[in-house]
């Protein structure tokens, strides 16, 4: 008698393990890692920049005292900086077409033709073109040479 009541709470206890073990497996698991995570009463580091901000030479980072907000530097002013060569473009050849040569170009997936004194885009001027490259005046007045693209002969 005294084995079969041994036996039945084996079976209970070895049942109840099981629907614990079934339940804690239909648990999703936490998103959060806690093994991962320090817990201590270290000293944060302050950050080295504003990671919402463009990084900029010209403009100081934002300095942090110890337990006090952050305060900015003092504001220098800004040089005015001409836009940069913005123009994408590739050069794939030439034509020469009563004793003019036009140069074929491909912008924004676009085949253009153009030679020398006409914009392929506003403010953007061919100035030279040749065979091997073209050369385009940006707004600024600097100038690009473009090699021409693809296989040689």
């Excluded at 070895?14 to 497996?25: T, V």
């Excluded at 010209?58 to 907000?69: C, L, M, S, T, Y």
């Excluded at 006409?118 to 690009?144: F, L, M, W």
């Amino acid at each position: 008698m005294a084995s079969k009541k041994a036996a039945v709470a084996g079976l209970v206890l070895g049942g109840a393990l099981a629907l614990f073990a079934a339940q804690d497996a239909e648990r999703p698991k936490s998103l959060v890692r806690m093994d991962l995570l320090v817990f201590g009463s270290g000293e944060i580091a302050p950050p080295v920049r504003d990671i919402f901000r463009p990084k900029t030479a010209a403009v100081p980072a934002a300095v942090r005292r110890a337990g006090g907000p952050a305060v900015a530097g003092p504001e220098v002013p800004r040089p005015e900086v001409p836009p940069a060569f913005a123009l994408r473009i590739s050069y794939i050849g030439s034509i020469k077409s009563g004793g003019r040569t036009i140069a074929l170009v491909l912008r924004n997936g676009q085949t253009v033709s153009v030679g020398e004194g006409d914009e392929i885009a506003p403010g953007y001027k061919v100035v030279g073109v040749t065979a091997d490259a073209i050369v385009v005046q940006g707004p600024n007045s600097e100038r690009k040479t473009f090699p021409r693209q693809g296989e040689r002969p």
